[in-house]
């Protein structure tokens, strides 16, 4: 297992779905730069609340971060070209209404409350900006 960090773009809508034993996970895939210029497409599961929840708030384009579990994969496209993939078990997230609400509540300004991800996400980013 390696723990990783990864941020870049929602590839698509997020989806809820519902496993065998009556549990809930989220599933979604994020578009991540890779260092040779290329994109990466990280596939992500999560059955933590606050991340799926997060997840489910953002739409296709959305940027977001996300922590966990990741595994390298391989496979073969269409046109027989070899890819790179990753798939993350995601245990915490970073949005950017994450980040305007922090901000907001560290200027003193008051934040206004909308349908959306939990406040922290997991991450604790207590750090002055």
């Known amino acids: 297992m390696i723990d990783a960090l990864i941020s870049g773009k929602l590839h698509g809508q997020p989806a809820e779905r519902t496993g065998n ?50 595994t390298p994969k391989v496979w073969t496209d269409k046109n ?17 209404y994450h980040v305007k609400h922090k901000r907001d509540a560290m200027a003193g300004e008051p934040t206004s409350r909308r349908a959306t991800p939990a406040d922290s996400g997991g991450f604790d980013d207590d750090v002055p900006r």
Do not use: K, M, W
Request: aromatic residues 2%.
């Open 80 to 96: 027989g070209q070899v890819r790179r993939a990753l798939d993350l078990v995601a245990h915490a997230v970073l949005t950017p």
């Open 21 to 70: 034993g009556g549990h809930r996970f989220v599933t979604a895939r994020v578009r991540a730069a890779a260092g040779d210029g290329e994109a990466v497409i990280v596939n992500v599961i999560t059955s933590t609340h606050n991340v799926g929840d997060a997840l489910l708030a953002l739409q296709d384009g959305d940027s977001v971060s996300l922590s966990g579990a990741v």
